[in-house]
């Protein structure tokens, strides 16, 4: 935004403090004016012509509008991406190892991606991989949904979970007392 001198057009539209239209006058007639009042001349719209000027204490727009945006940087959610990793010829029980520890994340409304690293000859075998990650998407089917398919890249296999919109409501709301909960209720 161009203040006071910074605003170099020769005509511009003015309003004032209150809202009003006060017309399309020369520059200095509104720097004048805003001296006047001992406040700032700011450019609003400065494609329109002629550009559209309003009359304004400047320092106090600024730290209106910086609080506006840490109020809401507040109440913004940051979604972590957590990974889990695994190798194509992993046995059972660390499947579920690490299938528990992406229902964790998942439950704490994380996104989680799933990654199988490949080493050697294991890379000649990618439906190894595929069928690894599909094995997980289905085992957490209720409460996840595939954002991002199984896509190799490079020597690793990754797919992307992202917890279901109510699942995450439900985490946000209850706490870890719904989940367990909903883990006693799968459990009989």
Do not use: W
């Amino acid at each position: 935004m161009r203040i006071n001198e910074e605003i170099r057009i020769r005509e511009v539209r003015v309003t004032d403090a209150n809202g009003e239209q006060l017309g399309i006058m020369l520059t200095r007639d509104a720097l004048r004016l805003a001296e006047e009042q001992h406040l700032d001349l700011v450019e609003i719209a400065p494609k329109a012509r002629p550009p559209v000027c309003k009359i304004m204490d400047f320092g106090k727009y600024r730290y209106e509008q910086q609080k506006r945006e840490k109020e809401a940087r507040k109440k913004q959610k940051v979604i972590a991406i957590k990974e889990v990793k695994l190798r194509p010829n992993i046995e059972q029980h660390d499947f579920d190892v690490k299938l528990k520890n992406a229902q964790r994340f998942i439950e704490d409304g994380d996104k989680v991606k799933v990654t199988v690293m490949f080493r050697g000859r294991e890379l000649s075998h990618p439906e190894i991989g595929t069928a690894i990650l599909e094995k997980m998407a289905k085992a957490l089917e209720g409460t996840v949904s595939v954002e991002r398919t199984a896509k190799l890249e490079g020597k690793n296999m990754t797919m992307i979970l992202s917890p279901k919109a109510q699942n995450a409501k439900k985490t946000k709301k209850g706490g870890a007392a719904d989940a367990q909960d909903q883990n006693t209720q799968s459990d009989s």
